[in-house]
């Protein structure tokens, strides 16, 4: 019996339990289309942008945990697609890359849409496999997925011919997957590592690598503060009394660069010191230090650790938890940790807005409205330091933002991908004003799917973050300003209600009203008139740490240039 190619792949999704795939369909693969519209287990969603394909398979994963599929036509369809795929990459997202090829069988040369798509991809993603007979199709795409997943995760890259989606084949190759190895630590490993903690008081910074890992009890243990990643904001319950903060070095709070230069340790897990998560290499931790990760070029790669263990956090914590020894809770590092997260707070309530959105009441809102489940996407700018510094979360999964390749434009899309893949939890995005006119036109996609996401604009009418940094380092604003467009009338042309939200007094009542129109399964724009005149702690911890390292003639250049500029013209916002 004959089995067409289409069919192969649409299996091979089914049974590697792949729920959605975001794409464009395309002359090459019209097929795959076809077989996907007779799939119960496998839904193909339309996306006006691939960007938005690759963003909203990211999204569904960082909410879910179940990787989703992003569907490409061959040369434009991937090239459009490569923000989001290389987002993915950076961030350990697993995601199938689903690319169509040209014919291999023809013989001609110069057809449509005919680029190295594997050179292309092979930056950005993990693995790249073309089957080369039909045959292989349905062993291909599910190595694919193993792939995507195993160890390290990230996106994987799959060109099928199109001539093999055309000619049917004999039948599927078998699929044997290999045992999933977990690597765990050595007993000597774990000696060692209970060695360098006895009699001290270890930072635990935690990453993305440490979700669905209950750090709390190793923790406890050791009577250890823990702070994190961005990426891995609310894999430790950020309510528990030994929650730092996202962060220890130069771009947190002072309470928290005190309490983590106190402590005589660091215990790595999940986490590789990246630039952002870091605030621009701005922190110093306390040696000895252990790093734990599951890929081995992250280990040391940026910070020299005294033990390096190659091994999943979900073999470490609890192995290193059962060995190490009860501390005595000290309460005055409790009480340390609460009364600094007290000052913050207090900080941002003495700077409230007077005619404007205060972004800590707004964020602190939507916690109160939505619930503990809820999950919010960032984009990359300021909305995404605020999320980091002002929402509280109790679990991972919660915070989806784009971290290390800081993609504008991904909240909006991975918003979507999130809520299809979790349609009980609510998700929130907060999009920058700059942000949204990249791919605001998913607002199309909510609407046609139903799908029930609150979208929060933040409008200040400028590219926030690099303004600021445009404003301390020079003392004027080039290009960063945007100009004016009228959200309420694209939301209405996209079929989607827009909410105005004006200042503070009417947060509660504009909330309660985006949830009733989500529970009719609509989505729903709130058009925030966001008030950015209160830096975050990241953006000046971030200005200060790179003016330091400059050399002393260009810190004075910088210093000078700024304060020059602010008697002698007026800032300049579109100059």
Not at 32 to 44: G, K, M, P, V
Not at 174 to 192: F, G, H, K, N, T
Not at 245 to 272: E, N, Q, Y
Request: aromatic share 6%; hydrophobic share 45%; proline share 6%.
């Amino acid at each position: 019996m004959s089995t067409a190619g289409a069919t192969s792949v649409v299996r091979a999704l089914e049974d590697e339990g792949i729920e959605l795939a975001f794409g464009i369909p395309g002359t090459h693969n019209i097929e795959l289309y076809d077989a996907l519209a007779l799939s119960e287990r496998t839904r193909a969603v339309l996306v006006t942008d691939e960007q938005s394909a690759s963003f909203m398979a990211d999204g569904a994963w960082r909410a879910s945990g179940k990787m989703a599929c992003v569907n490409v036509v061959p040369g434009a369809g991937l090239t459009h697609a490569m923000s989001g795929i290389a987002e993915a990459f950076m961030d350990g997202v697993p995601m199938l890359v689903l690319g169509c090829g040209i014919r291999r069988d023809s013989g001609r040369a110069f057809q449509l849409h005919d680029v190295d798509q594997t050179a292309i991809a092979r930056p950005v993603t993990k693995a790249q496999l073309r089957p080369e007979a039909g045959e292989e199709i349905y062993r291909v795409v599910r190595d694919a997925c193993r792939i995507a997943r195993d160890a390290c995760p990230g996106p994987v890259f799959v060109e099928i011919p199109a001539n093999l989606y055309l000619l049917t084949h004999s039948g599927d190759l078998p699929y044997s997957p290999p045992p999933v190895e977990r690597r765990a630590p050595s007993a000597e490993q774990l000696e060692r590592a209970v060695a360098l903690l006895n009699g001290k008081r270890p930072l635990i910074y935690a990453g993305l690598g440490a979700s669905g890992v209950d750090l709390v009890p190793l923790a406890e243990m050791l009577d250890a503060p823990v702070a994190t990643t961005f990426s891995g904001k609310g894999v430790f319950p950020e309510h528990h009394p030994l929650s730092l903060w996202c962060g220890f070095g130069a771009s947190a709070p002072p309470f928290a660069r005190r309490i983590a230069g106190d402590c005589d340790a660091t215990l790595v897990i999940g986490a590789r010191f990246g630039e952002v998560a870091t605030g621009s290499y701005g922190v110093e931790p306390r040696r000895p230090m252990i790093h734990v990760d599951i890929a081995e070029n992250v280990i040391g790669r940026n910070y020299p650790a005294d033990l390096t263990i190659i091994a999943d956090a979900a073999e470490f914590v609890p192995a290193l938890t059962e060995r190490i020894a009860r501390r005595t809770p000290d309460p005055e590092l409790r009480k340390k940790i609460a009364a600094g997260h007290v000052e913050v707070r207090k900080d941002w309530e003495d700077h409230a807005s007077k005619d404007r959105v205060t972004p800590q009441r707004l964020l602190a809102a939507c916690s109160a409205r939505f619930g503990k489940q809820a999950a919010f996407s960032t984009d990359s700018g300021n909305g995404t330091f605020l999320a980091m510094e002002m929402l509280r979360l109790e679990g991972p999964r919660r915070f989806l933002a784009p971290v290390d390749y800081s993609c504008m434009g991904y909240s909006v899309p991975a918003a979507l991908g999130a809520k299809l893949a979790e349609p009980q939890r609510p998700v929130i995005a907060l999009a920058g004003d700059g942000a949204f006119l990249m791919t605001g036109m998913e607002l199309l996609t909510a609407s046609n799917e139903g799908i029930a996401a609150v979208i929060v604009v933040l409008r200040d009418g400028e590219l926030a973050q690099i303004a600021q940094f445009q404003q301390t380092a020079m003392n004027r604003k080039t290009k960063s300003v945007l100009p004016p467009y009228d959200l309420r009338a694209l939301c209405q042309g996209l079929g989607v209600e827009c909410l105005a939200l004006a200042r503070d007094a009417d947060i509660v009542e504009t909330l309660s009203r985006a949830v009733e129109i989500t529970e009719r399964g609509e989505p729903v724009v709130i058009d925030a008139a966001i008030d950015y005149s209160q830096r975050t702690w990241f953006t000046k911890g971030v200005v200060k740490t790179n003016l330091l390292r400059l050399p002393l003639k260009d810190q004075l250049r910088f210093i000078g240039r700024a304060v020059a500029r602010k008697f002698t013209r007026p800032s300049k916002g579109g100059a």
